[in-house]
């Protein structure tokens, strides 16, 4: 699930890959503190600081940054974000994201460029075997190394 800005003549909309709008918008120059809570698609183009549940996807946008335990189904990171985060379903480090902090997963994905820096468990199966791998360098760095 990617999420992506459409813009038109009438207003900007931010949508998912299935075609949801986001239901809560934190926006570029909104600082936030505290909980959110949310059964749809949280969007964050601004500053968060506390604790995030969703029930559908979490998008951390390019230049955003976020200290917050996340839970959601998908977690899409393209800014900075520090904290212990689930994500039933996947996680997406893109190429601009940057996660410091535990992963709990059902997939994980990290782009060319992208860092995950933490503990990470993936359940990889519908019988629930974890995989487990610790990761502390980018990995650029760990192919140099």
Do not use: W
Not at 24 to 36: A, M, N, P
Not at 71 to 76: D, F, Y
Request: net charge neutral; with cysteine; hydrophobic share 35%.
């Amino acid at each position: 699930m990617r999420a992506m800005l459409r813009k038109n003549s009438k207003k900007t909309e931010i949508r998912t890959a299935e075609g949801h709008g986001a239901e809560t918008i934190i926006g570029t120059g909104v600082t936030f503190t505290g909980e959110i809570k949310s059964g749809g698609d949280i969007y964050i183009a601004g500053e968060v600081k506390g604790a995030i549940e969703s029930k559908s996807a979490v998008v951390v946008n390019q230049g955003a940054n976020v200290e917050a335990d996340i839970s959601a189904r998908t977690l899409l990171v393209h800014g900075n974000l520090k904290g212990n985060v689930t994500a039933s379903l996947s996680l997406e480090v893109g190429e601009t994201g940057r996660l410091t902090g535990g992963v709990i997963a059902g997939a994980v994905k990290v782009a060319e460029g992208g860092i995950l820096e933490g503990s990470c468990k993936v359940d990889s199966s519908a019988e629930g075997r974890v995989k487990s791998a610790t990761l502390t360098q980018h990995p650029k760095e760990a192919a140099e190394a």
